[in-house]
């Protein structure tokens, strides 16, 4: 009964998330899920469609990721599992009308997703926003240890954290290039569909849409769930997530 009730609701949530459109939500769905998962222009799936007998518009496209982008990462952040109390931070560059903004991103030594942020400036309150960001909506995953770069900012962020009470007690801070290694590899993974020649054109875009790349990379990595984690299996969580029906059965 629990369960039905469950699938009941996200069948009901559905109807809301996608009224008014003029497509299918499975269709909506999957053209979102391949912009943010593989390296591929709005043109390139809108090249795609015909295929299936349907046309789509690229601009069309890029209207469905900035509406759902959002709503994906905010629902697989659910089911993000706690980390192994060490933490490495790091922030890289987004370009953003041809301006250089910054990402912040944190994972766990073994390369498990934990937050990000983009900030317009690269200083103090951007560090301390962050871990604002990091902390107060998961206090059970406070890491005891963190690893960052040579940055000044890091240590007054960590201990106004501390302070504020979003860290039940003061981890040990490491400065190491080798351990960071980790999680400069893994700013690629989420990097590469971004665009290319340009950046975004707005703060508000770049925003939205990597909060889909971001949570796109959740979903390759897994959650820790049981059994093979193949593609099929993250378009069924994410078909989950919107109460949609499976696709492709069979």
């Known amino acids: ?41 709005y043109r390139d799936i809108e090249k795609l469609f015909p295929e299936r007998g349907l046309e789509v518009d690229h601009s069309t496209l890029n209207r469905w990721v900035l509406a759902y982008a959002p709503l994906i990462e905010k629902r697989l952040r659910t089911f993000r599992k706690a980390h192994c109390g060490s933490v490495r931070i790091d ?79 003061t981890p040990v801070h490491y400065v190491t290039k ?17 665009p290319r020649v340009g950046g975004f054109r707005s703060f508000n875009t770049a925003r939205r849409t990597i909060q889909g790349f971001e949570a796109m990379l959740w979903l390759r990595k897994g959650f820790e769930l049981a059994g093979a984690w193949t593609v099929r299996e993250q378009n069924r969580l994410l078909a989950i997530c919107f109460g949609l029906p499976q696709a492709n059965k069979g």
Do not use: C
């Open 178 to 194: 080798h351990l960071q290694q980790g999680i400069e590899s893994d700013h690629f993974r989420v990097k590469r569909s971004m």
């Open 91 to 169: 922030e890289t560059y987004i370009k953003v009308r041809g301006e250089w903004r910054y990402l912040y991103r944190a994972v766990d030594k073994h390369g498990n997703p934990i937050d990000f942020l983009l900030t317009a400036n690269r200083d103090l309150d951007a560090a301390k926003r962050f871990f604002r960001k990091m902390l107060q909506d998961q206090p059970l995953l406070a890491p005891d240890r963190i690893g960052t770069d040579g940055a000044g900012t890091y240590p007054p962020a960590i201990a106004e954290s501390r302070k504020a009470g979003l860290l039940p007690r």
């Open 1 to 41: 009964m629990i369960l039905h009730a469950i699938a009941a609701k996200l069948k009901q949530r559905a109807k809301t998330d996608f009224k008014g459109r003029h497509y299918e939500a499975t269709l909506i769905v999957q053209a979102v899920s391949w912009y943010l998962r593989y390296p591929l222009s």
